[in-house]
């Protein structure tokens, strides 16, 4: 007879920004600047609109296939990319959109390629999973789950080969972070010092199944312990904590320590995907976090709170709209690519 299988308990995962029983409180992260509080409204604004933009698309047929969307996670991209200086690379997997906004990427581009048009950053070939960007040092884009973590080392190595101090920010999933490439991958990174920060952006339920099923140790921040990559939990709800904690990474990698882990606590609003209806999980649950912890929201409430006026973010949102459906116009009536694009792309030149 097999032995009796040993019975474990699980403990509850908390919500982004809410403290588990007993835990210490977290440290209040550092103040932004008026300035700073305006852009990164700005920023997360236009991820949010640009998202329920391509949700309306997709519903309506102008946009097929696979569709991740962004929306509840802007501030991870946007507080990260304080931390970096030109020749810093990023690369994501396929909840991507908001990493090319947040990079710089025309939101025009971004959407032609969601429609497949010719004027999308991968000529309407790519689709929502597959988009770079050369010029923003923006590596895509990766369908495969966990398939951009060793990229993002490849990447890493490269500056460490050209003698560079650039950093490499390599993002992926809680679900990608069970992944055998990616603890190979961990392994390489700490053996030889690699610049990458790998940032896990932790919405609880990959796919579709919560952490606390799928995982046997909760805390992926400590992934990298065997390997010694020092690791990080952060309210990814809170720009200015994922800006702190980004800052302290990517200067540990610059500086020739190697790599860090950071857990961003985040959680998404729509589904895995837009074919996903999200049923294992409430909407009440979803409305908590929404209400309580929006990431937009929360510096929305800071600049009321200094006295910035009302309709002055009003004024910033109805501009952000006017962008976004300038960019949803443009790629609806942009041409398809032609039917010989099918061969070009298929090898590198020379």
Excluded at 100 to 125: C, F, I, N, Q
Excluded at 218 to 246: C, H, K, W, Y
Excluded at 300 to 319: Q, S, V
Aim: hydrophobic share 35%; net charge positive.
């Amino acid at each position: 007879m097999a032995p009796a299988k040993a019975s474990r308990s699980r403990t509850k995962t908390s919500s982004p920004g809410k403290r588990a029983k007993g835990q210490a409180p977290a440290a209040q992260p550092p103040a932004l600047t008026r300035k700073d509080e305006l852009n990164a409204f700005r920023d997360m604004l236009l991820i949010r609109r640009f998202e329920e933009k391509a949700g309306q698309l997709y519903g309506m047929g102008h946009i097929g296939g696979f569709c991740h969307l962004y929306i509840g996670q802007e501030a991870i991209v946007v507080g990260m990319q304080w931390a970096l200086k030109l020749g810093d690379q990023v690369i994501t997997a396929y909840r991507d959109h908001g990493h090319m906004l947040a990079v710089g990427m025309d939101p025009k581009g971004v959407m032609a390629e969601l429609t497949g048009r010719r004027s999308g950053y991968s000529g309407g070939k790519g689709g929502s999973m597959h988009m770079f960007s050369k010029e923003k040092d923006f590596y895509g884009g990766h369908g495969i789950v966990g398939a951009c973590v060793p990229l993002g080392a490849g990447l890493a190595f490269a500056n460490k080969y050209r003698g560079n101090d650039h950093v490499c920010l390599c993002f992926f999933g809680d679900g990608a972070a069970n992944q055998g490439q990616v603890y190979e991958t961990f392994n390489m990174a700490e053996l030889w010092s690699l610049p990458v920060v790998f940032i896990i952006e932790n919405n609880k339920y990959a796919m579709g199944t919560s952490i606390e099923r799928s995982s046997s140790t909760t805390n992926l921040s400590q992934r990298g312990r065997s390997f010694a990559i020092p690791g990080e939990q952060v309210d990814g709800m809170d720009v200015r904590a994922v800006r702190a904690a980004g800052e302290r990474a990517v200067a540990h990698a610059r500086a020739g320590k190697g790599p860090t882990i950071l857990e961003m606590k985040t959680y998404r609003y729509r589904g895995h995907s837009m074919s996903d209806p999200a049923k294992y999980r409430s909407r009440e649950e979803v409305q908590q976090v929404r209400e309580t912890h929006d990431p937009i929201e929360q510096v929305r409430n800071r600049l009321l709170g200094d006295g910035f006026p009302e309709e002055d973010l009003k004024k910033i949102d109805r501009e952000v709209r006017e962008k976004v459906n300038a960019a949803a116009e443009f790629a609806i009536a942009d041409p398809e690519p032609e039917p010989s694009e099918l061969w070009t792309d298929v090898i590198v030149a020379n």
